[in-house]
Nanobody
């Protein structure tokens, strides 16, 4: 059974950077797309970024394009989300997830999920 654990969240000032890591265990992630989503209280979970199983293609929400970079290391069984030029509106709980569907931006395509990592950006 594939299990995912996020790390690297925290508090940062606007304009700063954070790097989220997603460590997988139980199975290899090499056959899975890896996605990052975020959620704030009272709002639905939203797509942030995703990377195909090979790492050959990446996808981003318009709100993070040019600031965030998704990556993966299949040999280390990990994925990562580098977040630069953070804004207060990026404050959320960030989740990594693994999926095998074709709709790489769709929440429904992903299972399992990590427990989430809090990212707080102060103004």
């Amino acid at each position: 059974q594939l299990r995912l654990v996020e790390s690297g969240g925290g508090l940062v000032q606007a304009g700063g950077s954070l790097r989220l890591s997603c460590a997988a265990s139980g199975r290899r992630i090499s056959g899975w797309a890896m996605g990052w989503f975020r959620q704030t209280p009272g709002k639905e979970r939203e797509f942030v970024a995703a990377i195909t199983w090979s790492g050959g293609s990446t996808y981003y929400a318009d709100s993070v394009k040019g600031r965030f970079t998704v990556s993966r290391d299949n040999a280390k069984n990990t994925a990562a989300l580098q977040m630069n030029n953070l804004k207060p509106e990026d404050t959320a709980v960030y989740f990594c997830a693994a999926g095998k569907g074709v709709h790489i931006r769709a929440i429904s395509e992903y299972d399992p999920w990590g427990q989430g990592a809090q990212v707080t950006v102060s103004a």
